[in-house]
C-alpha cells in the first residue's frame, strides 16, 4: 500500500475550487480517496464545498506517465451527489512527488482538475 496526500484545485461552471485529498493505492494501477474543496459561492459571498470519495485505475501504472479512468462521487453544498466519470494524467516529478490533471463532464459542462501529491510511503 501506497499513502498519499495533496493539494487540489478544480474548475467548473460553479467556479474555482481548492482544498487537499489523501489517495490510498491499493496496487500500482488502483486507487481509491477522499477530497475536500471549498470556493467562493455566489453573490452572497458563501463559501461552496465539495467533498467526496474518488477512484481510479492508471494503465502503464510502473511508468512516469500514467492515464486512466477516475470516477468521484460527490457531495455539493452538504445537499447534492453527482457523480462525475474523468480521464486522470499522473507524472511523477521525482520519487515523492507526483502530478496530477483530469477532465470531465458533468452535467455536460467540463471540469478541470490538477493538483500535487506527495507519496508518504
Known amino acids: 500500500y501506497?499513502?498519499?496526500v495533496?493539494?487540489?484545485t478544480n474548475r467548473s461552471i460553479r467556479g474555482w475550487r481548492t482544498g487537499w485529498n489523501i489517495d490510498l493505492a491499493l496496487s500500482n494501477k488502483f486507487r481509491?480517496?477522499?477530497f475536500n474543496t471549498t470556493g467562493a459561492g455566489n453573490a452572497e459571498n458563501i463559501k461552496r464545498s465539495d467533498k467526496g470519495v474518488e477512484t481510479s485505475f492508471m494503465f502503464?501504472?510502473?511508468g512516469r506517465f500514467n492515464v486512466g479512468?477516475?470516477?468521484k462521487i460527490t457531495l455539493t453544498d452538504n445537499r447534492f451527489i453527482s457523480v462525475i466519470p474523468m480521464i486522470?494524467?499522473?507524472m511523477a516529478i521525482s520519487r515523492r512527488l507526483i502530478l496530477k490533471a483530469g477532465a470531465?463532464?458533468?452535467d455536460r459542462y467540463p471540469i478541470f482538475d490538477g493538483g500535487l501529491?506527495?507519496?508518504i510511503r
Request: hydrophobic share 35%; net charge positive.
Open 2 to 4: 501506497v499513502l498519499e
Open 60 to 62: 502503464n501504472a510502473k
Open 117 to 119: 501529491a506527495y507519496r
Open 104 to 106: 470531465g463532464m458533468s
Open 88 to 90: 486522470q494524467t499522473r
Open 32 to 34: 481509491i480517496g477522499y
Open 69 to 71: 479512468p477516475q470516477v
Open 6 to 8: 495533496g493539494v487540489q
